[in-house]
Each structure stands twice: as structure tokens, then as C-alpha cells.
């Protein structure tokens, strides 16, 4: 059974900075592709970022330089730091992973996902 736990959202002013945090239960998950996405009111999901078993960040482009994703494989936990929120981040966020190397950021070929935790920017 693998379980992903997201924590560390909530609300903010713009120009503020939150911390996801996303424990990892049932299996040596730094062998796997982590991933954070996030998915807005009426939008579709997208892919915010991703980390390769080697350490490897892939981000999206509106979040280049802002946020920054990690992972402790000691306490088997990943993190996404996020600076410089703007509105349009506001969004229900998941972390997700995948079994092997990390393709692409659609999300396709994550088969473990979290349940979710919401952030909100204020204007």
C-alpha cells in the first residue's frame, strides 16, 4: 500500500511564501519520479514540478526562480518551497509519483496520488 500525505497549505498575501510537505508511506519512494501538481477552479491540472531519483528538478515555467521542490529520503518527505505567491497560484495542490524516470510534467504515468491540500493567494 503506498499513501501520500500533502500538509502545509492555507492562505497567504501575495508575495508571500508557503512549504508543502508531502510524507511517503509503503515503499522506498526515492526510487520513484515525485511530482507536485495543482489544479485551479475551472482549470485543468497542471504540472508544477518534478524530482528524478537522482535529485533531478524539472519545473514549470511560471514557477521557474519562485519554487523550489526537495525531498528528504530520511524522512522520506517531500517538500515544495514557494516563494513570491501570486494570485494565480492559488490552486488545490497534490504530490503525486510515478515507478522510474520522470518523463514530462502532464502527469501521465503518476499512479500515486495525495488527497490534496488547498493554497490560496490574496491580492
Known amino acids: 500500500q503506498v499513501l501520500l500525505t500533502e500538509s502545509g497549505g492555507g492562505s497567504v498575501q501575495a508575495g508571500g511564501s508557503l512549504r508543502l510537505s508531502c510524507a511517503v508511506f509503503?515503499?522506498?519512494?526515492?526510487?520513484?519520479?515525485m511530482g507536485w501538481f495543482r489544479q485551479a477552479p475551472g482549470k485543468e491540472r497542471e504540472g508544477v514540478a518534478t524530482?528524478?531519483?537522482?535529485?533531478?528538478?524539472t519545473y514549470a515555467e511560471s514557477v521557474k526562480g519562485r519554487f523550489t521542490i526537495s525531498n528528504n529520503n530520511v524522512k522520506n518527505t517531500l517538500y515544495l518551497q514557494m516563494n513570491s505567491l501570486k494570485f494565480e497560484d492559488t490552486a488545490v495542490y497534490y504530490c503525486?509519483?510515478?515507478?522510474?524516470?520522470?518523463?514530462?510534467?502532464?502527469?501521465?504515468?503518476?499512479?500515486?496520488w495525495g488527497q490534496g491540500t488547498q493554497v490560496t493567494v490574496s491580492s
Open positions: 503525486a509519483a510515478q515507478v522510474g524516470a520522470c518523463r514530462d510534467l502532464s502527469g501521465a504515468g503518476f499512479g500515486y
Open positions: 509503503g515503499y522506498a519512494y526515492w526510487t520513484y519520479c
Open positions: 524530482i528524478d531519483s537522482d535529485g533531478s528538478p
